[in-house]
């Protein structure tokens, strides 16, 4: 579930790039990461599908290609499964990049997650499980989340490697199979895997920070991630005893349905600031014109100023970060064309904001129904995930290696409004720091589980050589 | 698709409360030989399960061909049309000409189906699929839909051939296999087939028949003479889509729900035909002076009486009696959790009136569902709008006798709008008039359970069936 850009305070402007020109990918290296990254975008690691474990296998091969030792690549199988998202038999990579000698510390762990959300052909200009290159991007489901950070952490591992670094601490990489649905990887990952990951000092997330550039050129920052909105699910349930649609009666599952559905639509939840949100803002208030930064301006001096706040969260790169959000994704109903409906649901997605009880958010929710015959369930049992301290180390490795490549560039600490694989690392003690290098042009490439998915192709690259300046810079030392 | 008899017309019907006889306990007035002989061909019908993909319907029409053979009409009259129903489906229908020596009149063509709904012997409390006789009922699946209505037309056939009677006019039995999905038999019947089918009128026994309620008060016996225009319709909004953690304005479920609202709120004009009035003349003397009675009398008075036409059409007994209907029956949106919909799809089943063209019909969604949202007929299955047809004094006397036979003089005819629709809307369709007159009977609501679990018929219905299409033909055709 991808990074967004947003974030809540300057860690650091613009500083005169630091003089050392970035490394470059040799032809072959720029090769060998278009073929991964080709072929990884053409297998549908979509759940139901049964094609992570391949993935994972072929990942591994990559690592195995790159001289990494077998016995420290493990293909982690397992199965997922829930009442909402379906089942498969999926699986988890793990590769343990020992350093040379004793250990300075215990290891650093680097994130991403093999799986994508579903893509209808139907719904998309070309088939989102065929790579397909055209006006200076990659097109394909999973381009921008998360196959492009898949590819960069793995090729940046083999080219510092084959470069003969040795690192000075184990680099341990866990790449899951079910983020987008079930997050179980990550769970194994937090508890029983725990011991073949050598207990990790923290997290480095490819799925989340990286960057953006507006559609006129200009930098929009690039944020590291570190807090996330909670994560939780609703099914709004109406049953109806149905009958012969050539009689249609007054009380209809699907009508209740639609009005539940309006009245969830026309809401807006209370909006809140936090102290990383009030950063963010401030940070904001700098880099944006006209009524945005009025409004900015006029909410972080009064809180209490909905309308402000409201303009605020209308504006699509701030949609989200003002409050809980709570969008329809889904609708079932009906069992034949000809018979009255006996039963219709609706599935809720919300992102709360931090420090709200997702039981809470239930109860509101059946409060704006306000139709005894909707019914108001959850989907999960999630708790709010904890906010990583910042740690000087990473800030500064992150913003070194975004400022060698993008001189200049904004990098912003972030709240995310997606939640990860993070969560239950950050809830069981493990920070865990979303700090892709990849970068779109915002809004125009917001496509995360949408329709054409792309990513620059320049990114691709660059994310590369933004893995390999982290590696050296936090593992070398 | 079977007629719900007379069952939806009369739930509050005549208050004469004689004590009334049990109609399952009056002996039938079939002798024994031919009880005999229709249950033993009743039994083979029910225990071949004609239902779509299995490839049984061909066993059902050589079932009734040997019959039609036995009795003497020549192989070069029995016809059978193999055809493919839905997808990789391969049915059959059965054309039969039984011929006139000195025709004096044009053919007379007799409606009914092989095939039957499926019936999963998990849901049911016996196998649907083996014939049973309990308790003065037999049960199976097509007991009541309708290979009753096969048999009793086939046998009274073969009866009337074997007591040596000579119809005025050649008389057409078309049977088809595909009724309950497709209807391509019937499509096929009327036109490209129709060098043998061809007919001043049909009777479909896949319809009519008199009910009684709980209490053995007759409700009626209705004869289908219209039916509405089956037509089912797809609203679909289409949208980018996006991260569910970036709601967008524009969202593909609201706007869906915003057009099944207007859906929801939308009346079409009320209309009448001759049939409708011909029923809502019989439902005002049945209702007196209830509320019901006094609004159905007012739009009577006045077709523009558009509050008395919504008064009828919100009474649960009279929906879909007044206008068109459409109502939504599916909803399916989305493709994952956690991202925004790409697409939202409703299904709305309408029910047309008949005449009404349902291209007229989709425009009038389209229009109240708004430019956002798609609106398209589902190309599986295109309904061909039906007339009415014309009443003819000449069915509904043949009918008035048998029912009188059969029930006695409180068993109204009267004609009934089917909202439903049968194979006989596609001969409507090509200029043929049907009528459902089939002769079985049953207790509402308790034996209404058409594609339902334990379908059954009373017995005396079954046998007296053969004797209501005896008569019948002997009307029409003698």
Known sequence: MRHLLVAASIIAFASAANGAAPPKLTQAQHDAAHAMFEHVISTPTVIGRHNVPAMAQYVADQFKAGGFPDADIHVMPYHTESATTGADETAGLIVRWRAAGTPKAKPIMLMGHMDVVEAKREDSTTDPFVMTERDGYYYGRGSIDMKDGIVAITQAMINLKAAGFKPK?????????????????????????????????????????????????????????????????????????????????????????????????AYRFQPMLNETSRAHFAAREQLVTGPLKDAIHRWLANPNDGEAADFIEADENEVGLTRTRCVPTRLFAGHA???????????????????????????????????????????????????????????????????????????????????SDGRPFRVSGIPVYGVNGGWTITPIDNRAHGKDERLPVQSLYDNVVHWQLMLRDLAGK | MKRVLAFALAAAASTTALAATDPRDVPTQLSKEWQVKTREVFKQAIEIPSVHNRGQTQKVAELLASQFRAAGIPDSDIHFMPYEALPGDNTTALIVRWRSPHPTKKPMLILGHMDVVEANRADWTFDPFVFREENGYFLGRGTSDMKN???????????????????????????????????????LGSTKWRNLTDAEFGLNA???????????????????????????????????????????????????????????????????????????????????????????????????????????????????????????????????????????????????????????????????????????????????????????????????????????????VFPVMSTGASDGSFFRAQGIPVYDVDGSWGISPDDERAHGLDERIPVRAMYDDVLHWEMIFKALAG
């Open chain 1, 169 to 265: 601490r184990d680099i341990v990489v866990l790449f899951t199979g079910d983020e987008e649905t079930n997050g179980l990887g990550a769970k194994h990952g937090a508890s029983d895997w725990l011991d073949l990951l050598g207990h990790p000092e923290y997290g480095l997330n490819a799925d989340g920070g990286g960057g953006n550039f507006n559609v006129d050129g200009s930098p929009a920052g690039f944020t590291m991630q570190t807090a996330e909105k909670t994560f939780a699910s609703y099914t709004l349930t109406v049953r109806n005893r149905g009958g012969h649609s050539s009689k249609p009666r007054k009380d209809n599952a699907i009508y209740s349905l639609a009005h539940a559905l309006d009245k969830i639509e």
């Open chain 2, 206 to 412: 896949d319809g009519g028949g008199a009910s009684y309620d709980r209490n053995f008060r007759p409700l009626g016996f209705g004869i289908s003479m219209a039916e509405k225009t089956f037509q089912t319709y797809f609203f679909t909004t289409h949208n980018p889509g996006g991260h569910s953690s970036r709601p967008r304005p524009e969202n593909a479920i609201y706007e869906l729900a915003d057009a099944l609202k207007a859906l929801q709120a939308h009346r079409f004009t009320p209309m009448q035909n001759e049939i409708t009035r011909g029923y809502f003349e019989e439902r005002s003397r049945q209702e007196g002076d209830s509320p019901l009675g006094q609004q159905i009398r007012a739009w009577l008075a006045n077709p523009n009486d558009g509050a008395a036409a919504d008064a009828i059409e919100a009474n649960p007994l009279e929906v879909g009696l007044t206008r068109t209907r459409c109502v939504a029956t599916m909803l399916k949106g989305g493709h994952a959790d956690n991202a925004l919909p790409q697409s939202a799809t409703a299904t709305v089943n309408c029910r047309i009136f008949p005449g009404v063209q349902p291209k007229d019909v989709q425009a009038e969604l389209q229009a109240l569902a708004g430019p956002k949202v798609e609106v398209t007929p589902d190309p599986l299955y295109i309904g061909v709008p039906t007339p009415a047809s014309p009443v003819r004094a000449d069915v509904v006397n043949a009918v008035k006798a048998a029912a009188m036979r059969f029930h006695g003089k409180d068993m109204h």
């Open chain 2, 149 to 187: 209505g096969d048999v009793a037309t086939t046998m009274a056939a073969v009866k009337l051939i074997s007591q040596g009677f000579k119809p005025n006019r050649d008389i057409v039995f078309f049977y088809s296999g595909d009724e309950e999905t497709r209807g391509i038999g019937a499509t």
């Open chain 1, 337 to 419: 064309d000809n018979a009255l409906p006996q039963l219709a649901t609706a599935m809720i997605n919300c992102r709360i904001f931090p420090g709200v009880d997702p039981n809470a958010i239930r109860t509101e929710l059946e409060h704006v129904v306000a139709d005894p015959t909707v019914v108001v369930t959850r989907n999960d049992d999630y708790v709010a995930s904890i906010a990583s301290p910042l740690r000087p180390d990473v800030t500064a490795a992150y913003t070194n290696a975004v400022h060698a490549l993008h001189p200049r560039m904004p990098v912003f600490p972030e709240m995310s409004t997606g939640a």
